[in-house]
């Protein structure tokens, strides 16, 4: 058995991201595909003692409406460091920041002069999971299929010729894709799809009040710790 997800790449994702990638033998990063605004790609959120804060890396969108997430540019210099400062005043008082911080300092000051969004999203998903001690293999779509023939299939199609490029046997999917996924081209190729649920993820004890599940990892992260955050995603 081999399950894979293939997820488009977002800027230091929730638990339940880390969750999914806890129980795959493989992951791949879907940045091929077509960039969204306002989306996870560029943004997520921590939590503070004034409530949930946006952290949003800026990125050059003019005349970039219909380009892929791997050829966005960061916009901005500096980024890194003003989020860094967020991060640590958020989360400063919490069990887990001593043991957490210097980690996320080094993979902050790794991505501080990336100018590719794609890059620093990767850059940040893999060393969040080294935190947690995640050692699931990542992959990039590109790197599977060509950039040409990955644009010319549908949307199903090019999930189901990646997985099976990994050599998948069972395809994890997140459970909003149910309404559309055709699990029948997945079965055509002999793999099964299985769906993601998040329902198991426990809650946690927060700073600031009570609990809030749409923040990123960092939040368990900094306030439990590498391992007490490795013990909420239900791996």
Known sequence: MKRVAIVQSSYIPWR???????????????DSVQFTRRDWRTRNRIKTAQGPLWLTIPVK??????SPIDAMEIAE???AAKHLRSIEGAYRRGAGFSSGIDAVRTAYAAVADQPML??????????????LGITTPFLRDVDLLPRERLEALDPTQRLVELAAATGATHYLSGPSAQAYLDEGAFAARGMAVEWMSYAGL??????????????????????????????VLGA
């Open 77 to 79: 210099p500096g980024w």
């Open 118 to 131: 794609s890059g620093v999203n990767q850059h940040l998903t893999r060393a969040l999971c080294a935190m």
């Open 61 to 66: 969108q003019k005349g970039n409406y219909l």
């Open 202 to 231: 426990p809650e946690y004890r927060q700073l600031w009040g009570g609990f809030e599940p749409a923040v990123s990892v960092l939040d368990p992260l900094l306030t439990l710790g590498p391992d007490g955050a490795r013990a």
């Open 16 to 30: 339940g991201a880390f969750a999914m990638i806890a129980r795959c033998d493989a992951f791949v990063f879907l």
